[in-house]
């Protein structure tokens, strides 16, 4: 069943990267999108010339107690929620033994505590009208976690936990969950956890895929209620043969750059 256009879509993360592409790629269709991210006149550059269609909503996720005021916002700007973007993440890449603790404890807010609050905001919702989506861009850390991003792998484990488990829960009951599972995409993100393992085999032989196609893949899924997207396509093997895979990840990401 095709999602309509004129729905109304709530991204986080929208600023850069996957969550700008995606949400370019609602606009471009018609739909009426509520933008969430810190970078408050990144989300103001996307919205110029679709202010009657686009609510911008500057807030941090490092406190998942703000996905309240974000879901009341956006409830306010369009009504209820058709769509939800489960975007917004940070990545911390290092030895494990430097990385500050209440650095990883303000990612699991981003990464997992604010997309499972927003989830249960809206979901209640979702399943009283029958109708609904929920994305949620994991990462293939989920299947085969990169040494040195030990909370970040930890976090995507998590979400895509989450994610996975709630498809089953919903099954029959009008609401979608479709989990994402990018590998490298091109973003700021992605080309600072590149320069970490520059001198390795992995940063310089690593497919990496491009945000506006990953986005066209994620919108093909809401609209034909299809439950995964992994891209690029290569990594589809490693979502099938997980062991074969972490052990090429750490046969050649063998250390970081200091």
Known sequence: MKTESGSHVVVTGASSGIGEAIAR?????????????????????????????????????????????????????HGPIDVLVNNAGVQ????????????????????????????????????ARRAGTIVDIASMAAIAPTPGMFFYNASKAALAAASEGLRGEVAGRGVHVVTVYPGPV???????????YASTPAARHTPTGEPDELARRVL????????????????????????????LVDRFTPGLKS
């Open 25 to 77: 790629a609602f606009l471009a269709r018609g739909d009426r999108l509520t933008l969430a991210a810190r970078r408050a006149d990144k989300l103001h550059d996307l919205a110029r010339g679709h202010e009657d269609r686009v609510h911008v909503h500057p807030v941090d996720l490092a406190s998942y107690h703000n996905a309240e005021s974000l879901v009341a916002a956006a409830r306010a700007a």
């Open 92 to 127: 911390i890449v290092g030895k494990t033994e430097e990385t500050d603790f209440e650095a990883g404890v303000r990612l699991f807010e981003v990464n997992v505590l604010s997309p499972l609050r927003l989830t249960t905001l809206v979901l209640g919702e979702m399943l």
């Open 186 to 196: 091109r973003s700021a993100m992605e080309s600072a956890a590149r320069d970490k």
């Open 220 to 247: 093909r899924a809401v609209d034909t209620r299809s439950p995964r997207v992994v891209y690029p396509d290569v990594y589809g093997l490693a979502r099938h043969f997980p062991n074969a895979t972490r052990w």
